[in-house]
Antibody, heavy 123, light 107 residues
């Protein structure tokens, strides 16, 4: 059974870099067919797609974050990661990793989600 | 970016009621639409994809319809576990975007 667990610091100061890793078990990122993505949700607000990555390293990024964003994959560890630089209070959110449904050749819908991790940006 | 607008923002209903939530895209997205359910403190759960396809394991009381710019999620007979927030999401263009959510509350 697929399990996805986000890990990383829960508290950051403004201007620091947010680094999160999604550890995947019960499925292999290298099996292909699926993109793996990051979605965030500010407290009490809606969902925002951050970006997605394929096992080959091919990425799709949200243009609103692209200048600060790097998503990478480590198939040997069966995990993928998010780095978001120069964070501000506006980046405070629950960050989810998710497995895309895998019907097409680009990210579409997210069929499996991690539990999410709250990242707070505060001085 | 394609803007997704859900209505209503919140709705109160009773167990056994039929409820419909709508989602409108700012431009045509064919049937590239999903619906998610989110309960407090939990991750979203995929209910419907490609506008009308029921995700495996989702009860048949959930159904989706629509194409182009207008979509609906219908719950045919509300169960206690259905009270949650529902989001639509388009997958026609990047960036993928979500609606603002519809909160379904117990009357």
């Amino acid at each position: 059974q697929l399990q996805m667990q986000e890990s990383g610091p829960g508290l950051l100061k403004p201007s620091e870099t947010l680094s999160l890793t999604c550890i995947v078990s019960g499925d292999s990122i290298s099996s292909g067919s699926h993109y793996w993505g990051w979605i965030r949700q500010p407290p009490g607000k809606g969902l925002e797609w951050i970006g997605s990555i394929y096992f080959s390293g091919s990425t799709y990024y949200n243009p609103s974050l692209k200048s600060r964003l790097t998503i990478s994959v480590d198939t040997s560890k069966n995990q993928f990661s998010l780095k978001l630089s120069s964070v501000t209070a506006a980046d405070t959110a629950v960050y989810y990793c998710a497995k895309e449904i895998g019907f097409g050749d680009s990210p579409e819908y997210f069929q499996e989600w991690g539990r999410g991790t709250l990242v707070t940006v505060s001085s | 970016d394609i803007q997704m607008t859900q209505s209503p923002s919140s709705v109160s209903a009773s167990v056994g009621d039929r409820v419909t939530i709508t989602c409108r895209a700012s431009q045509g997205i064919s049937t590239w639409l999903a619906w998610y359910q989110q309960k407090p403190g939990k991750a979203p759960k995929l209910l419907i994809y490609a506008a009308s396809n029921l995700q495996s394991g989702v009860p048949s009381r959930f159904s989706g319809s629509g194409s182009g710019t207008d979509f609906t999620l219908t719950i045919s007979s509300l169960q206690p576990e259905d009270f949650a927030t529902y989001y639509c999401q388009q997958a026609n263009n990047f960036p993928l975007t979500f609606g603002q959510g519809t909160r379904l509350e117990i009357k």
